[in-house]
């Protein structure tokens, strides 16, 4: 199984940008799938998550301003950043925790100019 995550970039405070992560391969027992970030200098932060049965929960950092959703046909989460700040600057990641497994994928960068 792999995860490719996509749709980081450069982006000026209060703009928006759409997280991808897309899975590949045989994915059995989905618990949940989640987005994590990492800025310079920081220990990797949990921001949002969503179980099979659609339950979602966010970090306060982001409630209110971030968005997470999945399409299981295409073993997909998205993570829909509005009203972005430089503080929301960092590597994204995110990983499916199965009944048997975690697997994360590598990160995609946002950057938010101020």
């Known amino acids: 199984v792999q995860l490719q995550a996509s749709g980081g970039g450069l982006v000026q405070a209060g703009g928006s940008l759409r997280l991808s992560c897309a899975a590949s391969?045989?994915?059995?027992?989905?618990?949940?799938m989640r987005w994590y970030r990492q800025a310079p200098g920081n220990e990797r932060e949990w921001i949002a998550a969503?179980?099979?049965?659609?339950?979602?929960d966010y970090a306060d950092s982001v409630e209110g301003r971030f968005s997470i959703s999945r399409d299981r046909a295409k073993k997909t989460v998205y993570l829909q950043m509005n009203s972005l700040e430089p503080r929301d600057t960092a590597v994204y990641y995110c990983d499916i925790d199965t009944e048997y497994k975690t697997y994360w994928g590598q990160g995609t960068q946002v950057t938010v100019s101020s």
């Open positions: 391969g045989s994915l059995i027992g989905i618990r949940a």
């Open positions: 969503i179980t099979m049965n659609g339950n979602i």
